[in-house]
């Protein structure tokens, strides 16, 4: 009997292809836990932290060992030996599958494949590849575990990987020369996130290749609105000189274009082990202040619509943005003027932060420090 574990999306536990109850909430939190770290040792004090949303009660090492004894008893009666599948470590438990057992290891597999036929120039491969990697979801991830502290942050930074590999899968088509068939993907994935300036080119490119120059000409108009709008800034130096290259008719090179082989070192960085991943933390002030980064992330800058407010005329009006990623918190530039330093070091466009680092904005210093 095949075993497998589902996360993107509600998640479930088949046997056969068939669903298999573990519980309520915090048996199936368990459950999400050890699938995330699949083949690797989860303490019992990370996986209480994970379950009881980082306020487990004093017996949680009796209730842990009860949730596992119930999912060792559902494998059981579904014809699944438990000691092969659920094993005791010497300081937790450990879920021991292969990564085609899990939804998420087969996307993440499909996907490393497609940057890695990308990277080489073989974009039809990469097209399929990143398709295959992209109907492994059936929904948000972790769906049925939203309220988790846990649950919410893998979910928001599987989101930006979703995110990530539809981007790529559309870079391969329009490598392809199917430009066309990509524009209302790419409409609707403007619409859903505005302030995305690498879709834009891409939708400004695919309307272009599709011999629809004043369609993208009228969106380099609407992104260069929404980003005064909301933040400000003007477009970045690729969004600029694609609106020159379509103003003047020239032909556009689709794989000077596509951003497949850029993305594909950030997407095969994949951190599984999540309890080790920075995740939440607070920013001191100058002053002594301390600002909570809040799960969807933290703004920085001189407007009062800033989540941090800086009072420092170097710093740009929308200057800095820290977002959760898989990999832990990421700061990046929005396009500042003076630019962002961390420990000194100025980032192209992102760095993640570590417990103790400096960051530069402006003429101002904060410092990150990791939740403990």
């Not at 579904?78 to 937790?92: F, H, K, W, Y």
């Not at 590849?129 to 846990?150: I, P, Y």
């Not at 969106?219 to 694609?242: F, M």
Request: charged fraction near 25%.
């Amino acid at each position: 009997m095949s075993l497998e574990v589902r996360l993107l999306g509600p998640v479930r536990l088949l046997v056969g292809g068939e669903p298999v109850a573990v519980g309520g909430p915090k048996p199936r939190a368990l459950l999400a836990a050890l699938a995330v770290n699949r083949r690797r040792a989860v303490s019992s004090v990370a996986l209480a932290d994970m379950v009881w949303n980082e306020d487990p009660p004093d017996s949680y090492a009796a209730s842990l060992q009860v949730f596992v004894s119930n999912i060792r008893k559902a494998l059981r009666n579904s014809g699944i030996d438990p000691a092969a599948v659920l094993r005791t470590e010497s300081s937790g438990y450990r879920l021991e599958i292969a990564e085609e057992a899990c939804d998420l290891g087969r996307f993440e597999a499909a996907r490393d494949a497609a940057a890695r036929a990308a990277e080489v120039g073989d974009h039809a491969t990469a097209a399929h590849l990143f398709g295959t990697a992209l109907r492994e979801w059936d929904g948000r991830a972790l769906a049925d575990l939203a309220g988790l502290q846990f649950a919410d942050g893998f979910a928001t930074a599987m989101d930006e990987e979703r995110l990530l590999a539809a981007s790529a899968r559309i870079d391969a088509e329009i490598a392809c020369g199917r430009a066309s068939s990509v524009v209302g993907e790419l409409v609707a994935m403007t619409t859903e996130h505005p302030l995305r300036e690498p879709l834009w080119g891409q939708l400004i490119t695919a309307l272009y290749l599709s011999g629809r120059q004043a369609d993208a000409l009228d969106a380099c108009r609407r992104v260069r609105t929404v980003l005064a709008d909301e933040l400000g800034i003007d477009p970045g130096p690729a969004l600029i000189e694609l609106e020159q290259r379509v103003l003047r008719q020239e032909p556009l090179n689709t794989v000077e274009f596509k951003r497949a082989e850029r993305m594909a070192a950030a997407m095969t960085e994949t951190v599984t082990e999540v309890p080790s991943a920075v995740r939440s933390g607070q920013i001191l002030m100058p002053d002594g202040r301390a600002v909570v980064v809040a799960q969807a992330g933290l703004r920085i800058g001189r407007m009062t619509d800033n989540d941090l407010v800086i009072d420092d005329p170097k710093a740009s009006r929308y200057h800095a943005q820290i977002l959760p990623s898989r990999a832990g918190l990421l700061i990046k530039d929005l396009h500042s003027a003076n630019g962002v330093f961390v420990n000194e070091l100025p980032i192209e466009t992102g760095a993640l932060l570590a417990d103790g680092d400096a960051i530069r904005i402006g003429g101002t210093v904060l410092v990150f420090q990791a939740a403990r």
